[in-house]
């Protein structure tokens, strides 16, 4: 029986061995890209009180209020952010309803805002569509609503592509009778179609849909909504010219459960654009209940339920979930953002819906590095005038590699770099340390990189340079494969990179 345990024990450790070797014999290659730590692609494993944790944005003031005859009560839950050469600019819908199954007192208007520094916003006057008799309106795209259902959503993108034409320096797919249409803009304002025929035709579309110029990958990716037995959920889309599309798909979710997406939000992360990031909202009918009955404006919520249940009960909030090849998503099930402590103005359907676009804006603290802004809506349908809120979060911040004051370890996979000095984006308390140790394949500490010989890192910065006792410098083990081993308490670790520099 002995002998028999031994020789169990023997093929385990056999096993275990050549599993190891294998992953070491496949070292993820990461050249000198920035790696967010926002999933387990490059984690081999973790020990103590050490785990990835979703960070949510700080809410701050009110962007913008949708008060004009030509807005409503049912505006922005699809709005667009962009920073173009300096200025800041935004779309939005815009919309009025009072209840479900009435008509909307104005057509669907897509409307245009622009700032410059992202918190302060102005709607000006363009001139190009006529409302009650005046063109003095924000108003760039027009449709009849109640003819064909046309709903003018449209998603903007400047497009990096190197050989976009100058009079499709900015895209958009609209959904016109139900399809999705391509268009084109020179300077963003003045919209034409690209084709005489839609470009999608196998979907829902009736929420926001959205394209975009993938850099990595060199082709448009479109993001939009469809219904999976019955439930709400994404397909995604590719073309090499923005008009032949292939067939879609739909998005997976490993791991987490079948949840109802209305929106989806997908970007490349400007910062490290081989990864999308997705800002969807997610829809629950929670039903009615004590709890239901407790929330914010309950007169209204019957008055809505009264024509539709799930106008009334059905409540919404903001996800987060990232992809590295477009088609699988790590999506986390806590909210990103959670409809909030006010009294009034949350809890309602059509709430928390998030921007599509990610903008730099200057920190309310003097001296910090920028903030990224993102923009939530608020008050849906409550009213004449709904509203969309900024929120402020870290460069990287979205998730975490974050450890208690007990504290622990992580390692990761085998990888490769190029570059000469190992740049963190990490926060600590007064008290919270990080150490960072390079091993081989192995996970054999390297001489003079190993737990001993790093110095301690604490603080709170975007690009702190890891440092060992002989310096910075980690140049001689580029192409090689390595292991990170990072030792933390209290402390979080966003993202790291490996950069040009040195001693």
Request: aromatic share 12%; net charge neutral; glycine share 8%.
């Amino acid at each position: 029986m002995k002998s028999g345990r031994l020789v169990f024990a023997f093929f385990l450790l056999l096993g275990t061995t050549a599993a190891f070797a294998a992953s070491a014999a496949e070292p993820i290659a990461l050249a000198s890209r920035r790696e967010l730590l926002v999933d387990d692609y490059l984690i081999e494993r973790t020990t103590g009180e050490v785990a990835l944790r979703l960070n949510q944005p700080t809410p701050r003031e009110l962007a913008l209020v949708f008060d004009q005859p030509w807005e409503g009560n049912s505006c922005g839950a699809y709005n667009t952010v962009i920073f173009d050469e300096g200025r800041y600019r935004m779309y939005y819908l815009t919309y009025s309803q009072v209840l479900a199954g009435e008509p909307p007192s104005h057509p669907i208007f897509t409307c245009y805002a622009e700032s410059t520094d992202g918190i302060h916003w102005t709607k000006p006057e363009l001139g190009q569509y006529e409302f009650n008799g005046s063109k003095r309106n924000n108003i760039i795209m027009w449709a009849g609503y109640e003819k064909d259902r046309s709903e003018p959503i449209i998603v903007p993108f400047k497009d990096p592509n190197p050989d976009c034409r100058p009079d499709e320096r900015y895209k958009a797919l609209v959904n016109m009778r139900r399809t999705l249409w391509a268009l084109k803009s020179a300077d963003g304002l003045h919209w034409a179609l690209m084709s005489n025929e839609a470009v999608l035709t196998k979907g829902k579309f009736d929420s926001q849909n959205l394209a975009f110029w993938d850099p990595v990958r060199r082709e448009y990716r479109a993001y939009f909504r469809d219904f999976r037995d019955g439930s709400r959920d994404i397909r995604t889309a590719t073309s090499k010219d923005f008009l032949h599309w292939t067939e879609p798909n739909w998005l997976e979710y490993p791991g987490a459960p079948r949840q109802q997406l209305y929106t989806n939000g997908i970007m490349p992360y400007y910062r490290a654009p081989h990864l999308l990031v997705g800002f969807p909202a997610r829809y629950i009918e929670r039903g009615w209940s004590d709890s239901m009955r407790a929330l914010p404006e309950l007169e209204h919520r019957k008055k809505r339920s009264a024509v539709s249940d799930r106008e009334g009960m059905a409540v919404t909030d903001g996800l987060f979930m990232t992809s590295r090849d477009g088609l699988r998503f790590h999506r986390w099930n806590e909210a990103f953002i959670r409809p909030g402590l006010r009294g009034t103005d949350n809890w309602a359907y059509g709430d928390n819906y998030q921007s599509w676009g990610l903008v730099e804006t200057k920190s309310a603290i003097p001296d910090a590095p920028n903030d990224i802004s993102l923009y939530a809506t608020e008050g849906y349908w409550l009213g004449k005038a709904n509203k969309l809120r900024r929120f402020t979060i870290r460069q990287d911040g979205f998730v975490s590699m974050h450890a208690s004051f007990a504290g622990g370890s992580f390692t990761t996979k085998p990888l490769t770099f190029q570059g000469q000095q190992l740049v963190l984006n990490f926060a600590t308390s007064a008290a919270g340390t990080i150490r960072v140790e390079i091993q081989d394949a192995e996970g054999r500490p390297i001489e003079g990189y190993s737990l001993a010989d790093a110095g301690e890192v604490f603080g709170d910065q975007l690009d702190r340079v890891a440092t060992w006792k002989h310096g910075r410098d980690v140049g001689k083990l580029a192409g090689r494969p390595i292991r990170l081993h990072v030792t933390m308490s209290d402390a979080d670790l966003y993202s790291f990179q490996f950069q040009a520099g040195g001693n």
